[in-house]
């Protein structure tokens, strides 16, 4: 039954089965595109933007310039005085001087590390309009390892449960723990509290005569919101150097105190327990909220082995948000960051990673970008209204002929946004003169994430069903669409009652299939040696494998023609191993594979 589901997602069903497919995707249709008198009208030229006032069946989706001015001449920040420079050491390439003075009053201190800073393959340039960003200072090849950096400020994030302030790992309950003598903040050891991790919060608490009582646990507690924060204060009584770094950060205070997140949580919580129950009086109000807004506007999350953090570094933290970045990074035992290539990066090129997540559509990155980084997205994804042809924001129009031959992404029957920037653009056809509110498509949008929550991970034919009803309606690469696709990739084989032992031919070929699909997506968005597109080709060469051992056992096809397919699986699986080795949670993912492809190859040989 559950492939049968499938087969009429992708391929001419019967005419009795076609009708009842097409009364539910016009329901849908009527409800999402509904007008304000309640039927499917056209927009009037006066409710569009100016630029389309002249609609006609001609229109194409157009990439909207670069708001941001481009300068050939390399600038930065003088290292000795600051301002902003020109020039830089012909040696090194990467520290800047703004005249001859300060090279020469600098360079007693610089002849030291000139060798040591050639060998970096990036430099940090500024430009006026954003800030301080990282270029190439050379051709860099597709999977290098660019930086190692240890963090200047490591901690817990705002929300969080009680952990340990030595290794940060969660205290479940009072009998899990210790005080630590000097503070009494609670460690789960002697050697965690005496920690140096630890030192900055005990410290600062000692030095107040406060003594700490957590007494709730296992669940969220907003004590823990001061830590990282009290830890980034802290640097102050470090070298001169990392605080001088520290203080050069962007906090975008300005926009954040006027939010519900910096009165509710920062003012009232963060402020008050430091000031009114720690009793430290050292930081004022706006250097704690100062430190509030450089580290939500600046960390990196780490997320692995079970730890829930947050970290700042000097450098790795100025790179460039790109929603299709150049780079990709993970984290070592000691929350050093190792930032990768993930495709070629030329001489010049600005160095890039992303702040947001990939597989969300356009208006979906630009309002968590707003909110959590104060800054809206102006790269060429988002610039672009078919998201570089993965078409992730489109749905298709339901008013060109041949929406329902089931046609597709090939006739380009799709509504795109006008002007992707302009949360309030309206969206249009390239095919014919459909026009629609951005609210009404943003009401769609709600109504099927809605769904989607609804359905349980687990739920494989619910997920199935979903597919059936709306992947007609939305278009094959719909981000409602992939994700779907994409939970039910990462379902089967991996989590029970789908084990890969216990899936039908049905469930394999599915797998499959969606998993070929998902990576002509990952292609577009996130080319190159990135953690997704080397999942994906982990997961199809699981179901490529499964299927061919499965058919060799049921006497389908020769060993030989099994043997065939598995070469393809195998293939996957060594472009997968060179993406992902480099991740410390898919080491023994990756060993256990190549060790049971081994099996398998040696068993066809008997």
Known sequence: QSGAIIEDVDNDSDEKQEKTDLDEVNDILDEWFANEGGEDKEETPEEAPAEDESVSSSYEPQIAPDPIPKSDVPCGDCVVCGQLAKSFCTGCKFVFYCKRDCQKKDWGRHKDECKEMAKLPYRIERNPVFGRFVVAKKDLPEGELILQESPMVVGPRQLTKPVCLGCHKEIKSAGDCIKCIR??????????????????????????????????????????????????????????????????????????????????????????????????????????????????????????????????????????????????????????????TTRPIKKGEVISATYTTSLWPTQQRQEHLLMSKCFRCVCLRCRDPTELGSYLSSVRCSRCKGFRDNVQMDDQQYLTQVNPLDPESSWRCSKCTNIQKSLQIKSGNEAIKQEVARISKSDFEGLLTFLHKNEPVLGTNNHHIVEVKYTIVSLLGNRDPYDLVDLSMEQLQIKERFCRELMVVADKIEPGSTRWRGQLMLELQMAIVALAAGKAEGGLISKAAAKEAAEEGMQHLRKATAILQVEPDMIQVLQGRMNSMQSLFARWEE
């Open 183 to 340: 503070c009494n903040w609670p460690v789960c050891s002697r050697k965690c509290q005496d920690s140096p991790m630890h030192d900055a919060e005990c410290r600062a608490t000692r030095a107040a005569g406060s003594r700490i009582k957590v007494e709730a646990f296992g669940q969220t507690n907003m004590m823990y919101a001061c830590i990282t924060v009290l830890r980034a204060l802290g640097l102050l009584d470090g070298p001169k150097k990392i605080w001088d770094d520290y203080t050069k950060f962007d906090s975008h205070l300005e926009e954040r105190i006027k939010t519900p997140m910096y009165t509710k949580v920062n003012k009232e919580k963060v402020v008050f327990f430091i000031h009114h129950y720690l009793g430290i009086k050292r930081y004022s109000d706006l250097e704690i909220l100062e430190a509030c807004g450089k580290l939500d506007t600046n960390c990196y999350e780490i997320r692995q082995d079970g730890l829930n953090l947050r970290a700042m570094y000097r450098t790795a933290c100025l790179l460039s948000h790109d929603c299709t970045p150049n780079t990709r990074h993970t984290f070592s035992p000691d929350y050093s960051i190792n930032l990768y």
